[in-house]
């Protein structure tokens, strides 16, 4: 597609479960960043992928969270054993470079996890 | 640490009022500043940026300028619209011996603007 696609868009889990989030980066780009959107709290930078050099955890609140890249594409974020306090939008992002001067993230319309 | 402060909304105006969001930022190394936008329903998107002291970002009638000596990047726009609600995000990306860090994000500002 043309942009950052994430799936789900909405995901609905019960305290304990552990979930996957899956962010599709537009194509060619070699940076993939992950943020978390809670109500009130802005957006809470998590890991970064650049190219093949070892991504930028630490942003990770918990070692519940962990993500992973394949192949320089498709990420994907881990949360196990979630807690309600991880309930919140979380946004992918991917541009062309390392953010550098230009800033210009492109990021896809967020995954909402909603924890009961 | 790198942070961004910017003012609390939400921010309600009327159609052609003058529109000013505050935004101060906190940096180690040389920041580029930006404002990102979130349209209701929509992914955040770049509205403007500067890189270095005293540059002006301008966009869609928006401008900011980056103000060294009050580390300040304030968003204006002489007269909003309706089509202009929406939550505006102050950011930073701070160049380190590293190289340039990830995007640091202000908590968003939500703007409604009433015809």
């Known amino acids: 597609g043309a942009g950052v696609s994430q799936s789900p868009s909405n995901k609905v889990t019960e305290k304990g479960k552990d979930v996957e989030l899956r962010c599709d980066p537009i194509?060619?780009?070699?940076?993939l960043y992950w943020y978390r959107q809670s109500l009130g709290q802005g957006l809470e930078f998590l890991i970064y992928?650049?190219?093949?050099?070892?991504?930028?955890k630490s942003g990770l609140p918990s070692d519940r969270f962990s993500a992973e890249r394949t192949g320089g594409s498709v990420s994907t974020l881990t949360i196990q054993r979630t807690q309600q306090e991880d309930s919140a939008v979380y946004l992918c992002?991917?541009?062309?470079?390392?953010?550098?001067?230009?800033?210009?993230?492109?990021f896809g319309e967020g995954s909402r996890l909603t924890v009961l | 640490g790198n942070s961004v402060t910017q003012m609390e909304g939400p921010v309600t105006l009327s159609e052609e009022a003058f529109l000013t969001i505050n935004c101060t930022y906190t940096?180690?190394?040389?920041?580029?500043l930006f404002w990102y936008v979130q349209y209701p329903g929509e992914g955040l998107q770049l509205l403007l940026k500067?890189?270095?002291?005293?540059d002006k970002g301008s966009n869609k009638g928006f401008e900011a300028t980056y103000r060294k000596e009050t580390t300040s990047f304030h968003l204006e726009k002489g007269s909003v619209q309706v089509s202009d609600s929406a939550v505006y995000f102050c950011?930073?990306?701070?160049?380190?011996?590293?190289?340039?860090?990830?995007?640091?994000f202000g908590k968003g500002t939500r703007l409604s603007v009433i015809a």
């Open positions: 950011a930073l990306s701070a160049l380190e011996y590293s190289g340039n860090t990830p995007l640091v």
């Open positions: 992002a991917s541009s062309l470079i390392a953010t550098s001067n230009t800033g210009e993230l492109f």
């Open positions: 940096a180690t190394g040389y920041p580029s």
């Open positions: 992928f650049q190219g093949n050099s070892a991504p930028d």
């Open positions: 194509s060619g780009h070699t940076a």
């Open positions: 500067a890189t270095k002291a005293d």
